[in-house]
């Protein structure tokens, strides 16, 4: 019910950065929350972060803690991940999800979660 467009990844060197934007369109959800994944060839598709309605709550998995942001602004319908120092282990495609109900008790970190998500794009980071 929600249409999610993802943009601004690209091929960049390590330590670079990267903003990555995702519209959302259609049936947006008030009071729903957005995250961030990634998918490596080869590999399941991971949690990298995610955001509360009101964007007062924010998670990141470990291994972009300290790295990456992700922050909304719910007037444009817009979900953003910057993405700071960027490590060639980051190169994956990068899709972002929207969940009807907010989190809690670390819910955020599930696919099952979150019921529209993007097609996608691509972060290369090379070495």
């Known amino acids: 019910q929600v249409q999610l467009a993802e943009s601004g990844g690209g091929l960049v060197q390590a330590g670079a950065s990267l903003r990555l934007s995702c519209a959302a369109s259609?049936?947006?959800?008030?009071?729903?929350?957005m995250g961030w994944f990634r998918q490596a060839p080869g590999k399941e598709r991971e949690f990298v972060a995610a955001?509360?309605?009101?964007?007062?709550?924010?998670y990141y998995a470990n291994s972009v803690e300290g790295r990456f942001t992700i922050s909304r602004d719910n007037a444009k319908n817009t979900v953003y991940l910057e993405m700071n120092s960027l490590k060639p282990e980051d190169t994956a495609v990068y899709y972002c999800?929207?969940?009807?109900?907010?989190?809690?008790?670390?819910?955020?970190?599930?696919?099952?979660?979150?019921?529209?998500w993007g097609q996608g794009t691509q972060v290369t980071v090379s070495a």
């Open positions: 259609g049936r947006t959800f008030s009071g729903g929350v």
């Open positions: 999800a929207a969940g009807r109900n907010e989190f809690y008790r670390g819910n955020y970190y599930y696919k099952s979660e979150y019921q529209d």
């Open positions: 955001i509360s309605w009101s964007g007062g709550d924010t």
